[in-house]
């Protein structure tokens, strides 16, 4: 029986758990039966730009004209579906010219039950972008504007947007041009009580030449993701961020706040607001120029040395750029050792840009021997080679270990081919190493790559491949 026929038959009432994993990659492709089924069941469906129009746009070859046209009938199909009571659920276009938002914003006010809604990295006209947020319909739970360019100007239309999606629950706005006075802005006027996700990367949230101080607002939701990397926010006592860290405890996931000037009084005040976080799995805070003793008051939040605090069970673990030392290995290896739950669950740490040497290295690839490690980054860490063969012997034990970057370091050949090898017989299905810029010569250089490249071994019992005869 075919998909069509079988679905012409199912019942009403479990429509809803079978068509919303349909997607519209090609609305030309769909055919009357099936426009019909899922109008008679309504049950949303996804919609994004099929292949075909994705190649035409994507050929630089083409006609800058035929390329407009290609995106320009995309969305006149789709304003077509929705005025057929075809329901779309989730609309999606990244990286296209949307010059003519006419057709866009008809199908926008005609999906009332549009639920996703991503524009990433749009170029639609300044002159338009309003009319646009006021088509949106107010069913949308997930908004990602990402480099969307959104700057002051656009500030009062999304303002208005924010306030009628009383439903709510994702929010994307990373890379825009939104400052600090632009989300305050934003975050007020919010209404849903339902957000738990936002991300406000790369927004300029502070100027160190304007001395702008950030109120971000985020103390009014509890939250279960937070990113707000590469903003140069500042140790500010008080701040909303601490806030709603502290009040999102109990729910809060990820957090990420790599890249920012947190320094050491910043950490610490970071360090107090995780302190009762035991959801927390995803901690983000590289390139904050930290130093040891900031990392000593974070390691003591996540495993606490006082009978009857709880443990963070960590999955991944950031701490690149920080100015750190030996004495932040030592600390690390402490940590682990005297919490099985976080060596259960660590399998993502970074260590990258750090002035670990040979000694603090072994105390980190130490530590994570009993983890079942996914992705390990020591780049740039001052590396040599007795640090490399440690890490090369301890990758067997690592047998779903998927990433590896040593970049930057001063490993010779011997440790970076025995680590090259220990990866291509390990369990994962997709295995990178980056290892330039070490001390090796063009032959070694080839003979990895080829060891990269090669097709998987069968599994043995030693790392080192049988001999040919």
């Not at 974070?298 to 991944?316: D, K, M, N, R, Y």
């Amino acid at each position: 029986m075919i998909l069509e026929d079988f679905l012409e038959i199912l019942p009403l009432e479990l429509g809803e758990y079978l068509i919303p994993a349909t997607r519209v990659l090609q609305l030309r492709m769909v055919s009357k039966k099936m426009k019909d089924i899922v109008v008679r069941m309504q049950c949303g469906v996804d919609v994004r730009p099929g292949k075909t129009i994705r190649r035409i746009y994507d050929d630089q070859s083409v006609e800058y004209t035929q390329r407009r046209t290609a995106v320009n009938l995309f969305l006149g199909r789709s304003l077509q579906m929705c005025m057929t009571d075809f329901p779309i659920r989730n609309f999606t276009v990244h990286s296209m010219c949307i010059d003519q938002t006419g057709s866009l914003n008809a199908m926008l006010r005609h999906s009332r039950r549009l639920e996703v809604l991503d524009l990433y990295n749009n170029h639609i006209p300044d002159d338009a972008i309003s009319d646009v947020f006021a088509a949106i319909p107010s069913s949308v739970r997930v908004l990602k504007l990402t480099r969307q360019w959104i700057n002051r100007a656009a500030v009062t239309p999304l303002c208005a947007l924010l306030e009628r999606l009383t439903v709510l629950a994702e929010l994307d706005l990373s890379e825009n041009y939104l400052n600090s006075q632009g989300i305050e802005a934003l975050t007020a006027s919010i209404t849903s009580t339902r957000l738990t996700h936002v991300s406000l990367r790369f927004n300029h949230l502070r100027s160190r030449f304007w001395g702008e101080h950030p109120q971000l607002g985020l103390d009014r939701f509890v939250l279960k993701e937070l990113d707000l990397s590469h903003n140069l926010l500042q140790p500010v006592f008080g701040d909303g961020m601490y806030a709603c860290i502290r009040d999102s405890a109990c729910v809060l996931t990820k957090l990420d706040v790599s890249f920012n000037d947190l320094r050491v009084a910043g950490v610490s005040y970071l360090s107090t607001a995780l302190r009762h976080s035991y959801a927390l799995r995803h901690l983000n805070i590289a390139g904050n120029l930290c130093g040891d003793a900031a990392i000593a008051l974070l390691l003591f939040v996540v495993h606490p040395h006082i009978p009857g605090e709880g443990c963070i069970a960590l999955e991944s673990l950031d701490v690149a750029h920080n100015n750190l030392t030996y004495a932040s290995a030592l600390l690390f290896h402490r940590c682990l050792f005297s919490s099985e739950a976080l060596r259960r669950s660590l399998s993502t740490v970074s260590f990258s840009n750090n002035d670990l040497h040979d000694k603090g290295a072994m105390l980190i690839i130490e530590a994570l021997l009993s983890c079942n490690m996914k992705k390990l980054s020591l780049a740039h860490c001052l590396m040599g080679e007795t640090a490399g063969l440690c890490l090369a012997g301890t990758m067997l034990h690592w047998p779903m270990l998927a990433k590896l970057d040593v970049n930057g370091n001063h490993l010779c050949s011997t440790s970076l081919v025995l680590m090259a090898r220990a990866l291509t017989e390990n369990e994962s299905d997709d295995n990178h190493m980056l290892f330039t810029d070490n001390w090796i010569l063009q032959a070694a250089n080839q003979e990895i790559e080829e060891i990269l490249s090669s097709p998987r071994p069968r599994k043995t019992s030693s790392m080192f491949p049988t001999q040919r005869p």
